[in-house]
């Protein structure tokens, strides 16, 4: 044997040891009730006094609860005087029993016992996926249709008034947003002629974009708990652009109000082969809350209030380029052009409160609403970066760039609906809607004024923080586990 491992028998000997302990909780707990209806109590009076494996030699009544337990007590290791049910046996001291039922007939092993096992009164043990019904599984037999429909049942072990409760959630997020900042035509086809490419053509959060939702709950007193949540990665991305057949240069843009200020237009932004627009964001969202839960008289209905601080960035980006013919009147090798691109990141904090309300359906199947409202500030930075090839009387090209920070207060709000399935009594399936409102967020745009101050040369004024509702919503999927 190497330094450092132990043996097999010393391993298999002390994990033994510790199953024993875990199977055996019940001779510990004595004089500890469950208050739920359908469970018979008991005042650990020396009458009541069960042990581990069953009470005055009887297995163990299905309605004896442990404290914190919901589902039917059975011990991790059934009796193991079986008896075999292969016909070509007589008494499961038979040889020939023995080699017949194989683990079917004595076996002790923990796997054989949840699949294959049976007690002492002839009954199935607790098979890991009938619980002791009998299936296919435990029966070496092929699995019907009806056994597939009943594996998908939910758990029910923990009763209808099973507290709402997770330690530990992941989901997949699929949101979309609302759009803000530039809209209208931004380029014609001719001088103040046929609209050909409009900001509408790059809606940037008209699509489900993917993510994700982390959660985790930690007991803080009776009914209370901590909960730290995030949700975003969520990230969209649009390309719109046009070009003329030919490279026949009859491009016009908005920022010259489609050539006709000045007649003709700049040299940059119109009389152009090409004209585009690409729009991008990004989304993250960040929760601490303490919830405090309450059930109601009967235990179907459960609510709770929460207050925390919320944190949301929300990042915007608009990009507006052209491209004119090579006609530099210094660098003649060179096309014009010009590009408007303008940077916003929205960064909104602030406390917020909350409800919810759940309803249990059913054991196992649980529907939930919630509402949380937040008072924020908003800092929104703003980039923005204007570049040209054409600039002032001497046609060079050059770049400015522009940057503000502007702080408003704003409200947020959410509204959630959830539907959780428990699936076993640790994991539950969750499906949820979610939609997220702010007011006051700043957009990427086009700032048309400084623009033109920019290709005309003169001096540039500062762009204009243009403000919007924004609204993010879409569905979530995920798995919640509780230890």
Known sequence: MRRGFMSNDKLIGKLFAIAFFVACPIKFAAGQTVDHAGFTYFDGSPSQNFDSLGYEGQPLPYDLMQVGFAGQLVPLFPHRDHVCETPDCESQNSPSCESDCGNHGKSSELLGHLFHGRNANGGRSRCLFCGGSGCGVCMSRPITIPEVVDLLRPYSGAGLSATRWYDASVEATFLTHSQGGANGVATTVGVAG?????????????????????????????????????????????????????????????????????????????????????????????????????????????????????????????????????NNTINSSLPRYFSSNDKVKNNLFGPQAGVDL??????????????????????????????????????????????????????????????????????????????????????????????????????????????????????????????
Not at 287 to 314: D, H, K, P
Not at 376 to 403: C, H, M, W, Y
Not at 417 to 443: E, G, M, P
Not at 461 to 467: A, L, S
């Open 194 to 326: 046929t609209p050909i490419l409009d900001f509408s053509d790059a809606p940037t959060g008209d699509s489900l974009k993917g993510g994700v939702r982390l959660s985790t709950a930690i007991v803080f007193g009776p009914g209370g708990n901590m909960e730290v949540t995030y949700m975003g990665g969520n990230e969209w991305d649009h390309l719109a652009y046009v070009e003329t057949l030919n490279a026949s240069p009859t491009l016009y843009s908005l920022i010259s109000e489609f050539g006709t200020s000045p007649n003709g237009g700049f040299d940059d932004t119109d009389r152009s082969i090409g004209q585009a627009i690409r729009g991008e964001s990004k989304f993250h969202s960040g929760e601490w809350n303490y919830r405090r839960r309450s059930m109601g008289q009967y235990g179907r209905f459960q609510s709770s209030w929460l207050v925390g601080l919320r944190y949301v960035r929300f990042d915007s980006e608009l990009s507006y380029s052209t491209q004119g013919t090579s």
């Open 358 to 483: 759940w309803w249990n359906v059913r054991p196992g199947i649980n529907v939930g609403v919630g509402v949380k409202g937040a008072w924020v500030q908003n800092d929104s930075k703003r980039q923005t970066i204007f570049t040209g090839n054409s600039l002032s009387g001497f046609a060079t090209p050059g770049s400015v760039i522009l940057e503000e920070t502007r702080r408003k207060g704003t409200v947020l709000g959410e509204l959630e609906a959830t539907l959780i399935y428990r699936l076993t009594h640790s994991w539950s399936a969750k499906a949820s809607y979610h939609l997220l409102a702010a007011d006051d967020v700043v957009f990427g745009n086009v700032d048309v004024a400084a623009a033109r101050d920019f290709v005309s040369g003169d001096t540039i004024r500062d762009p204009q923080f243009i403000r919007d509702s924004l609204v993010v919503q879409g569905a979530t999927f995920g798995a919640e586990y509780m230890w």
